[in-house]
């Protein structure tokens, strides 16, 4: 059986981890309320209702693909590209390529960000590898204009960021549905993790701080994964509703 990502490849490590994938889950929740073609995901109602189903349903995508065979991973991309379809049938109008790619630039960078956070440096070939497991889903999707190689897409990812952010209204909004459904204390545990994880464009116009309390947790935290109290940490952290959801992140 051939899968879509080697078994031993650096790309199941990130996202066989809640840690991870839930830090990715923080970088992402940031950036989607920032981008310019959010109004897309606010036509269906779906993410303003419910801004964590919603993001948790991109990362059960993502893993869907990661941890399958080429035919399964396939079968999920082609899912994905169909559901785009009707959003756009429903409002008569085409998503940008641009704005696919931004989703796709943002699943690459918060992978390796949120490993580098919690675990170690990636090395150049690690880089490479987790740039290209989300390049075949691209090509797979028949995304136009994509990078070539991890350093095209660095180039490209920094030119997103200067031209496809803006702090809107929908960013206002998508902001107090985060409140409104992580509670104060989560909330603001989120938006620690983003002021760590998140590139400099997306803080400036955020408007964070320089200030953040998250470093002395982050060591707590590893020091709790050592001792097995990293599951009792995070199920106290985490809504409820998402606690089922969060136990299978670690599942592989």
Request: proline letters at 3%; zero cysteines.
């Amino acid at each position: 059986m051939q899968h879509f990502v080697n078994k031993h490849s650096i790309v199941r490590q990130i996202w066989g981890k809640a840690d991870t994938v839930l830090f990715i889950f923080a970088g992402s929740a940031a950036e989607f309320a920032l981008n310019k073609a959010v109004d897309w995901l606010y036509f269906t109602g779906k993410l303003p209702s419910d801004p964590l189903g919603r993001l948790f349903s991109t990362v059960e995508y993502a893993r869907k693909i990661i941890f399958a065979d080429v035919d399964g991973a396939n079968r999920a991309i082609d899912q994905i590209t169909a559901i785009h379809k009707n959003v756009e049938a429903g409002r008569g109008a085409q998503i940008p390529d641009w704005a696919y790619r931004d989703v796709l630039f943002m699943l690459i960078d918060y992978s390796i960000r949120s490993f580098e956070v919690l675990e170690r440096e990636l090395t150049n070939k690690e880089q490479n590898e987790v740039f290209d497991v989300f390049y075949r889903v691209g090509l797979r999707m028949g995304l136009t204009g994509l990078p070539e190689n991890y350093a095209q897409w660095q180039n490209m990812r920094y030119r997103h960021l200067q031209n496809n952010l803006i702090n809107s209204h929908f960013t206002k909004d998508l902001y107090i549905q985060y409140r409104k459904h992580l509670g104060g204390i989560r909330y603001h545990l989120l938006k620690q993790v983003q002021k760590h994880i998140v590139p400099k464009r997306v803080k400036e116009l955020l408007g964070f701080g320089s200030f953040a309390y998250l470093p002395p947790i982050l060591w707590l935290y590893k020091l709790s994964r050592n001792i097995k109290l990293d599951r009792i940490l995070k199920e106290t952290l985490l809504p409820t509703k998402y606690k089922a959801q969060i136990k299978q992140l670690d599942a592989v």
